[in-house]
């Protein structure tokens, strides 16, 4: 699709709304959108409905392949096209045992753009995929393997801090942020993690950021297939309320897990606790005690976000889930954004001239 450049965004700051332009510009080439905004690829959440509305809002949805099959994939990739004509991703968890057909799925469906998440992508992958006319992204952890990463043929980067849902880093966005941007200049980098408001967004393109992605913010999404009773727990929580998986015992990692604290957080540190004593008495091998605490949150994001259990679901949810305050169409969620940046960036222009 071509890209084209948009109208003013606002007639009250049109100074802001052309400073905006130039600062996304670049993230909006490659990403062929209106808006230099990806929506987080969330498990069960990005799914073809929310995916397509995104998009056709003008921002770049990303399907979440999760642990998806190949035909199941290409089926759902058919079904977000047949929604919308606009662009849009697919996000591909490279330790996927079957990461070689999900990539073949892609190509055939002739998707734009394929986002490698959960670890750093072999340089074969990203060679198959580059051949076959795919754009190709994946989460920069630090500055110091961007070259790396960039020799094996990444088109941009996607860095996202603690602040985000679901499985998280140790590092904050703003110092990612700070790190990062300077750094990496040859390809687009886009920032994520805790991010609900435009002003934010701004702020990271005035630091050298192509775009953002946001995925907490698009859950209440009128168009988001997620249960009732999911969006509810969005709307009332704040962020103090998204906390991530604690360990308790070295022995035994845990990876952490940004979500609305319930009873299964509760009850997740008790099973840890439970499985350590019969460790500890010599009841259970330490392999099988480590696959206790790991499979505890087996099904347990399906059961919030389709079935609506709330309470031994799992919430997965970044720290911007204060900001989500009501159910809003995805196009006035985006215009909303895009309506803060442009305003944010007008007003730091007239403090500029007085």
């Known amino acids: 699709m071509a890209w084209t450049a948009p109208e003013p965004l606002t007639a009250a700051a049109p100074r802001g709304a052309e400073r905006l332009d130039r600062l996304w510009r670049r993230g909006r080439a490659f990403l062929g959108t209106r808006y230099a905004i990806m929506g987080g690829a969330m498990t069960w959440v990005s799914e073809r409905t929310l995916v397509a509305a995104i998009s056709e809002g003008g921002g770049f949805g990303v399907l979440a392949c999760g642990a998806m099959k190949p035909d199941r994939l290409a089926e759902e990739i058919r079904a977000t096209a047949a929604r919308t004509a606009k662009p849009f991703g697919v996000n591909l968890i490279v330790m996927h045992p079957e990461l070689d057909g999900l990539v073949e799925a892609c190509l055939s469906e002739k998707v734009s753009h394929v986002v490698l ?112 009773n999911f969006k509810r727990a969005f709307i009332r929580a704040s962020a103090r309320d998204a906390m991530p998986s604690i360990q308790l015992d070295p022995r035994f990692p845990v990876i952490p897990v940004r979500a609305i604290v319930n009873k299964a957080t509760e009850r997740f540190l008790e099973t840890q606790r439970e499985v350590l004593e019969r460790f500890d008495r010599g009841e259970i091998a330490k392999d099988k005690a480590q696959l206790e605490i790991e499979h505890f949150w087996a099904g347990a994001l399906r059961r919030a976000v389709i079935d609506g259990d709330v309470d031994t679901g799992s919430l997965m949810a970044g720290q911007s889930v204060g900001m989500v305050t009501r159910e809003q169409p995805i196009a006035e969620i985006l215009e909303e954004l895009v309506g803060q940046a442009t305003l944010a960036l007008a007003g730091r222009d007239q403090i500029g001239e007085a």
């Open 117 to 228: 998440a959960g670890g750093l992508p072999s340089s074969a992958i990203v060679k198959k995929l580059k051949d076959g006319g795919a754009k190709v992204m994946t989460f920069l952890p630090a500055a110091v393997v961007a070259k790396k990463l960039m020799r094996s043929g990444i088109d941009a980067f996607i860095t996202e801090g603690a602040e985000a849902g679901g499985h998280i880093g140790a590092v904050s966005t703003s110092v990612l942020a700070q790190e990062i941007l300077p750094e990496v200049r040859d390809v687009p980098v886009f920032v994520a993690g805790g991010i609900g408001r435009g002003e934010a967004i701004a702020s990271y393109l005035e630091m050298g950021a192509a775009g953002c992605q946001l995925g907490t913010r698009f859950v209440c999404a009128a168009e988001s297939i997620a249960h009732p």
